[in-house]
C-alpha cells in the first residue's frame, strides 16, 4: 500500500491531508499539474482525450453494460472540449484586438462558432469550417450544454428525446476527426497571435493573408498593367475586401522587408553591404570547409594535417574579422543569425539590432562575440534564410553559392 505523506522536512506540512482528492502521497509518479502549475490549455486537451479514451476503453474491453452510461460523458466530454476551445480563441482574440469581446457565460457553442466566423484570418476561418459539422449536431442535441448533463432540460421535458441510439463506434470515429480539427483550429490561433505581433495585419487580413496576397500580385513595376488589374479583383473576390480594404492591405505588404521582396522590392540590412557580408561569409567557410554527403571535405582541405592546421587557424580568422567589422556590423550578424535561428520576424529586425548593440556594449568582448558567432556550423545557412526573410533575396543567393 503506497504511504500517505502528511508532512516533510522539505514539504512542511500538508496543508490538504484531510483532503480525499489533494491530499500528499510519497509516491509522486502519478502526480498531475493543476492550477498554478498547470495550463489552459490543458482543459481543452483534457476533456477531448478523456471523450476518446473513454470510448476506446469501452469498445476495446468490449464493456456492453457500460455503453448507455458512458455514452453521455463521452458526448458531454467532446462538447465541452469544443466549447472551451472556442472560447480560449474568442478571449485571445479579444485580447490583440482582432475581434469584439464578447461574454464569456454562455454556453452557446454556435454563438460563439459565428461570432469567431469574423475574424480576418482566411487560415483561422478554414480551421474554424472544418469544426461546422460537429458545432451543428451539438447545437442541435445540446444547445445550452445541459442535454448531456442532465436528465430533464430546463423546461423539465426529457434530455435527447428525439433520438433513441448512439453508435460509438460512429463516435469513436468522429472523435479522431473532432480532436484533430480542434488541434489545428487552437494550433491557427496560437500561430495567428504570433503573427499579430509583428503589426503587419489591417482590419481583415491577417499577417498570413498579405503573404497570400503578395504572392498573388504582379511585381510591383507592373501595378498599372491589366495583370494588376486582374489580380485586384480576384484578391478582393476571395478575401472580400473594397477598394480601401485592398490598398489598405498593399500598404500592409510594403512595409515589410518580406513581404515586399515578393513584389520584387529589396531591401537594405542596416549597417551590413551585400559585399561585406559574402565576405564574412567567406570567413567562415574558411573554418568550416564544404563537405559531401558523406562528410568528406570537397574544397579548401584535402589533408588531414590540413585540416589540422587550418584549426589552428580559425584564431587567425576570428581576429581578421574582429579587425574588419564596425561594432554596428558586429550587431546587425548577431541579430540576422538569430532571427533565422530562433525564427523570428522580419518585423522585429530592427529591434533585435538595437537590442544586439546593448549586449555587445554590456560585455565588451568582441572576440567572444564573433568566435561564437563563427563557430556554429549553421551560420552560412542562417544568415542566408535571414537575408531572404529580411527582404533581400538576391544577397540570399549569393549566399547560397558560398
Same mark, same amino acid.
Given at each position: 500500500?503506497?504511504?500517505?505523506?502528511?508532512?516533510?522536512?522539505?514539504?512542511?506540512?500538508?496543508?490538504?491531508?484531510?483532503?480525499?482528492?489533494?491530499?500528499?502521497?510519497?509516491?509522486?509518479?502519478?502526480?498531475?499539474?493543476?492550477?498554478?502549475?498547470?495550463?489552459?490549455?490543458?482543459?481543452?486537451?483534457?476533456?477531448?482525450?478523456?471523450?476518446?479514451?473513454?470510448?476506446?476503453?469501452?469498445?476495446?474491453?468490449?464493456?456492453?453494460?457500460?455503453?448507455?452510461?458512458?455514452?453521455?460523458?463521452?458526448?458531454?466530454?467532446?462538447?465541452?472540449?469544443?466549447?472551451?476551445?472556442?472560447?480560449?480563441? &474568442? @478571449?485571445?482574440? /479579444?485580447?490583440?484586438?482582432? =475581434?469584439? !469581446?464578447?461574454?464569456?457565460? #454562455?454556453? %452557446?457553442?454556435? $454563438?460563439?462558432?459565428?461570432?469567431?466566423?469574423?475574424?480576418?484570418?482566411?487560415?483561422?476561418?478554414?480551421?474554424?469550417?472544418?469544426?461546422?459539422?460537429?458545432?451543428?449536431?451539438?447545437?442541435?442535441?445540446? &444547445? @445550452?450544454?445541459? /442535454?448531456?448533463?442532465?436528465? =430533464?432540460? !430546463?423546461?423539465?421535458?426529457? #434530455?435527447? %428525446?428525439?433520438? $433513441?441510439?448512439?453508435?460509438?463506434?460512429?463516435?469513436?470515429?468522429?472523435?479522431?476527426?473532432?480532436?484533430?480539427?480542434?488541434?489545428?483550429?487552437?494550433?491557427?490561433?496560437?500561430?495567428?497571435?504570433?503573427?499579430?505581433?509583428?503589426?503587419?495585419?489591417?482590419?481583415?487580413?491577417? !499577417?498570413?493573408?498579405?503573404?497570400?496576397?503578395?504572392?498573388?500580385?504582379?511585381?510591383?513595376?507592373?501595378?498599372?498593367?491589366?495583370?494588376?488589374?486582374?489580380?485586384?479583383?480576384?484578391?478582393?473576390?476571395?478575401?472580400?475586401?473594397?477598394?480601401?480594404?485592398?490598398?489598405?492591405?498593399?500598404?500592409?505588404?510594403?512595409?515589410?522587408?518580406?513581404?515586399?521582396?515578393?513584389?520584387?522590392?529589396?531591401?537594405?540590412?542596416?549597417?551590413?553591404?551585400?559585399?561585406?557580408?559574402?565576405?564574412?561569409?567567406?570567413?567562415?567557410?574558411?573554418?568550416?570547409?564544404?563537405?559531401?554527403?558523406?562528410?568528406?571535405?570537397?574544397?579548401?582541405?584535402?589533408?588531414?594535417?590540413?585540416?589540422?592546421?587550418?584549426?589552428?587557424?580559425?584564431?587567425?580568422?576570428?581576429?581578421?574579422?574582429?579587425?574588419?567589422?564596425?561594432?554596428?556590423?558586429?550587431?546587425?550578424?548577431?541579430?540576422?543569425?538569430?532571427?533565422?535561428?530562433?525564427?523570428?520576424?522580419?518585423?522585429?529586425?530592427?529591434?533585435?539590432?538595437?537590442?544586439?548593440?546593448?549586449?555587445?556594449?554590456?560585455?565588451?568582448?568582441?572576440?567572444?562575440?564573433?568566435?561564437?558567432?563563427?563557430?556554429?556550423?549553421?551560420?552560412?545557412?542562417?544568415?542566408?534564410?535571414?537575408?531572404?526573410?529580411?527582404?533581400?533575396?538576391?544577397?540570399?543567393?549569393?549566399?547560397?553559392?558560398?
Amino acid at each position: 500500500m503506497t504511504q500517505v505523506v502528511t508532512a516533510g522536512p522539505e514539504l512542511g506540512p500538508d496543508p490538504f491531508s484531510a483532503d480525499p482528492f489533494f491530499k500528499r502521497r510519497l509516491d509522486t509518479q502519478w502526480n498531475a499539474c493543476i492550477g498554478r502549475q498547470g495550463d489552459e490549455e490543458n482543459y481543452i486537451d483534457g476533456y477531448i482525450d478523456a471523450a476518446k479514451a473513454l470510448v476506446e476503453t469501452v469498445i476495446e474491453k468490449k464493456l456492453f453494460g457500460a455503453r448507455d452510461t458512458l455514452v453521455l460523458p463521452i458526448l458531454y466530454n467532446a462538447r465541452h472540449a469544443v466549447e472551451l476551445v472556442l472560447k480560449f480563441a &474568442a @478571449d485571445r482574440l /479579444a485580447e490583440v484586438e482582432a =475581434l469584439p !469581446r464578447v461574454k464569456m457565460l #454562455s454556453h %452557446d457553442v454556435m $454563438a460563439f462558432w459565428r461570432h469567431l466566423r469574423q475574424v480576418g484570418d482566411e487560415k483561422l476561418r478554414d480551421e474554424l469550417a472544418a469544426l461546422e459539422p460537429f458545432i451543428e449536431s451539438m447545437d442541435r442535441i445540446d &444547445a @445550452d450544454g445541459q /442535454a448531456l448533463r442532465y436528465h =430533464l432540460n !430546463r423546461g423539465g421535458e426529457r #434530455s435527447l %428525446d428525439d433520438r $433513441a441510439l448512439a453508435n460509438l463506434e460512429v463516435i469513436r470515429e468522429s472523435l479522431d476527426v473532432l480532436s484533430q480539427a480542434i488541434l489545428a483550429f487552437k494550433n491557427r490561433t496560437l500561430t495567428f497571435l504570433d503573427e499579430r505581433a509583428t503589426g503587419t495585419f489591417t482590419a481583415r487580413c491577417s !499577417r498570413r493573408d498579405l503573404a497570400a496576397i503578395a504572392n498573388l500580385l504582379p511585381r510591383r513595376e507592373l501595378w498599372n498593367s491589366s495583370e494588376f488589374k486582374w489580380a485586384k479583383d480576384k484578391i478582393k473576390s476571395r478575401y472580400g475586401l473594397s477598394n480601401t480594404q485592398f490598398s489598405l492591405a498593399l500598404n500592409a505588404i510594403q512595409r515589410s522587408r518580406e513581404l515586399n521582396a515578393l513584389l520584387g522590392v529589396e531591401s537594405t540590412l542596416l549597417h551590413l553591404s551585400d559585399e561585406r557580408l559574402e565576405w564574412l561569409a567567406g570567413q567562415w567557410r574558411l573554418m568550416h570547409p564544404a563537405r559531401d554527403e558523406a562528410g568528406t571535405v570537397v574544397s579548401g582541405f584535402a589533408t588531414v594535417k590540413e585540416l589540422l592546421e587550418n584549426d589552428e587557424g580559425n584564431g587567425e580568422v576570428v581576429e581578421s574579422v574582429d579587425a574588419t567589422l564596425t561594432d554596428d556590423e558586429l550587431a546587425d550578424v548577431d541579430a540576422i543569425f538569430y532571427i533565422a535561428r530562433d525564427h523570428i520576424f522580419s518585423e522585429f529586425y530592427e529591434e533585435r539590432v538595437g537590442a544586439a548593440k546593448r549586449k555587445h556594449a554590456a560585455q565588451g568582448d568582441r572576440l567572444e562575440t564573433l568566435d561564437h558567432l563563427l563557430t556554429k556550423t549553421n551560420f552560412l545557412r542562417c544568415i542566408t534564410l535571414a537575408a531572404e526573410r529580411l527582404g533581400r533575396p538576391s544577397l540570399a543567393r549569393k549566399l547560397a553559392a558560398i
